[in-house]
């Protein structure tokens, strides 16, 4: 029972709310979800993989030198300490993301939902504060290091800590190679042009119509990533897809394609690709 209870503490942790604020890495897996999923999963399999390369090492050093480590005019054992500590509280949130994220792939599931229930998860807010406690002590185990003259009583601890640092910022490096690797119109300059949002008269030209799964092949809305309640306003692209009424419409100002085929709302519909169900 007792097992059972932390499993599902356990799952809800890792599992998202339907929380209203998206995090900004939805809007990039929104718009190229392929290139986005492999980034993300190379990115969290490393910094997994890479947070327990340098904690075991540097444990294994300060429990073996915890006391000389002491006598040098800097507490670099106690920031090597808390590095450590705080680079294996994000591995777990890195590595399920990449294992899930994995699963997903291979069943051919839904990237974005995968990725927006973990964006809104505990665990993911928990990381993000996590990451940012490590950004400031990051910063300031290289002032000490700065500041730090050659320890004759632990000379390793100052080779240790320059360690540490420089794998971090190699680690950093590698996420900016693999970002650029991922997106290479970014790498090259080369933005694709954004097309031009449409008028509201062109939107609400766009036919309206009531959800109901016995008539719709969409089940959820593409913008939102929610699934769609019964008698939902819809609209219909000319492409055939259908999205939430103030959801498209949203869409449509900025930008005047279908979210899921990018076909351009103002281009005629092919015979098969044209409605034939009933609009309001």
């Not at 190379?42 to 006391?67: H, N």
């Not at 002032?143 to 794998?167: D, E, M, Q």
């Not at 036919?207 to 593409?222: G, H």
Request: net charge positive; glycine share 4%; proline share 6%.
């Amino acid at each position: 029972m007792v097992l059972q209870l932390l499993q599902g503490r356990l799952v809800r942790f890792f599992d998202g709310d339907e929380a209203e604020n998206a995090d900004p890495l939805l809007d990039v897996v929104h718009q190229y979800p392929e290139e986005a999923a492999w980034f993300i999963k190379v990115v969290m399999f490393f910094g997994s993989i890479s947070g327990l390369v340098i904690s075991i090492p540097c444990s294994i050093f300060l429990a073996m030198f915890w006391t000389p480590c002491g006598l040098c005019n800097r507490p670099l054992r106690y920031w090597i300490l808390v590095h450590c500590a705080l680079q294996l509280l994000q591995a777990p949130v890195r590595l399920v993301f990449f294992l899930r994220l994995c699963h997903v792939q291979r069943i051919n599931g839904n990237i974005q939902e995968c990725v927006r229930q973990l964006t809104h998860s505990s665990a993911w807010r928990t990381s993000k504060v996590v990451s940012i406690v490590t950004y400031g002590w990051f910063i300031l185990g290289v002032v000490w290091l700065l500041n730090s003259t050659h320890c004759k009583s632990c000379p390793g601890l100052y080779r240790l800590s320059l360690a540490v640092i420089f794998a971090a910022v190699a680690r950093l490096l590698m996420t900016l190679i693999v970002f650029y690797h991922s997106f290479p119109p970014r790498l090259q300059g080369q933005q694709p042009p954004k097309p031009k949002g449409a008028n509201q008269e062109l939107i609400d030209s766009l036919p309206l119509m009531v959800y109901s799964p016995e008539r719709s092949t969409d089940q959820s809305c593409a913008v939102c990533l929610s699934e769609f309640d019964k008698d939902a306003v819809l609209r219909r692209l000319p492409c055939a897809h259908s999205f939430h009424r103030n959801c498209i419409d949203k869409w449509l100002r900025r930008n005047k394609v279908c979210p899921l085929c990018l076909q351009d709302i103002e281009v005629p519909a092919s015979p098969k690709g044209r409605w034939g169900k009933k609009t309001i």
